[in-house]
């Protein structure tokens, strides 16, 4: 059986936090500790405050180019501003959507820059460099308790073909994550040829199911009783190529 | 806290089994008894099985448009003949991967027509009907245990800027499939303007984390603990329309 727990009762998180940290005093404050295979995947919001990568929308003077696609798609000039700087190239625009490339080769709507949990006139865009941020945490935790944990930094994204988003992961540390299955044997015997399948996708989508993306306040979960392959190539392998891309 | 329950050692499906009997026989046996509100996620491998929906790759002639797809891609022409036969249209073409828009408009590699765990020389087409194929199940459960219960179908997909396959969900029933959080305020009481989530392909994913794709030999899995919100829908509202589309 697998089990996934909110770490409920974090404080506001500030610039400057350390979330490693905060997450195991939330946890032990509601009578959990952290113990070897648990899996602590964290929204991406928290670790871009603690970064402080936040835009003080007031303060920001958009580009010609941020006026027009702001007159196109009914957002804010400074928004779509942050959006700009956050993104390496445009992908689509349609309606009020802006998909974009971001610094780190997601694509994703509007650069991943949150206006949501963040506060009056702020936008966050996304942490820095999620993999080391995940890293970092990590070593936190387990510097504090001991446990050899993995971590995952999540967000949630559109889908092309599907309505609706879902969580994946945007950064990790201490977990493969892909599982690549080829060559194991189905049921019957027959060889796997082309299984691979995204685990740290699937955990940060099993997370948001207590995570939440309203007025929860619950900016991360805890995934204890799944086995995953220890590894440290990080999420950024989970962005797949321009050349291999069908689409 | 949510829980992630295997479905462990049921039978091998065999066309006309009634999957929520079975699936409820043999959680009884592991001493696991469904309650209200639990989310039961079936793999749709065993759904084709119970449905008969089984290709016999040495009975198949295929088409000239087979053949030359075939020999395109590497795979056995019956293999192609059966992917075209599941297909509406053909999307992309490249290396060895063959991506469609199936008769019920999912978008993936070969029509999700299977080879794996359904025996040498079989393949099996997606379930006909995935949403009536989880009412069906949700009814059999339901009247055996009196329980209100959720149902999804599930099947792993491919993503086009992502690496990897996640479970999806193709069928549900007793469950909405988008939790739409349009007007809800966050943390510091902004509206929210555009979070839609796909609440049952994040189901589908954790219930993965136990079911696997290889030899494990669990094909299906119960969430419990994950207030959803109950409507009949289908999974088909999932599929993200053509005038929809982005890309």
Redesign the interface.
């Known amino acids: 059986?697998?089990?996934?727990?909110?770490v409920e009762g974090m404080k506001m998180v500030m610039p400057g936090d350390r979330l490693g940290v905060e997450i195991v005093k939330a946890l032990e404050r509601n009578g959990t500790s952290l113990a070897d295979g648990d899996i602590v995947v964290v929204s991406h919001v928290v670790v871009s405050k603690a970064e402080g990568r936040l835009y003080r929308l007031t303060e920001i003077t958009p580009t010609p180019q941020a006026m027009e696609l702001a007159r196109i798609t009914g957002k804010e000039p400074p928004h779509v501003e942050a959006i700009l700087r956050e993104a390496r190239r445009i992908v689509?625009v349609?309606g009020?959507?802006i998909?974009t490339e971001t610094r780190h080769g997601l694509?994703c709507?509007n650069s991943g820059v949150d206006?949501?949990?963040?506060?009056?006139g702020l936008a966050a865009g996304l942490p820095e460099d999620p993999d080391a941020a995940a890293r970092r945490i990590r070593r936190e935790i387990e510097e504090m308790t001991g446990a050899k944990v993995a971590v995952i930094i999540c967000d949630?994204h559109g889908?092309?073909?599907?309505?609706?988003?879902?969580?994946?992961a945007i950064g990790c540390s201490g977990i493969e994550?892909?599982?690549d299955?080829r060559g194991?044997?189905?049921?019957?015997g027959?060889i796997?040829r082309?299984?691979?399948?995204?685990?740290a996708?699937?955990?940060a989508?099993?997370a948001?199911?207590?995570i939440g993306?309203?007025?929860e306040?619950v900016p991360a979960a805890v995934?204890r009783g799944?086995r995953f392959k220890p590894g440290e190539t990080g999420a950024s392998?989970?962005?797949?190529p321009r050349e291999?891309?069908?689409?």
């Open positions: 059986m697998i089990q996934i727990i909110p689509r349609r009020e959507v998909i694509i709507a206006l949501s949990n963040v506060g009056d949630s889908r092309p073909f599907r309505r609706g988003a879902v969580n994946v994550p892909i599982w299955r194991e044997p189905d049921l019957y027959r796997l082309s299984k691979q399948i995204c685990i996708d699937e955990l989508s099993a948001e199911l207590v993306q309203a007025a306040g995934i799944y392998q989970i962005i797949r291999e891309s069908l689409f």
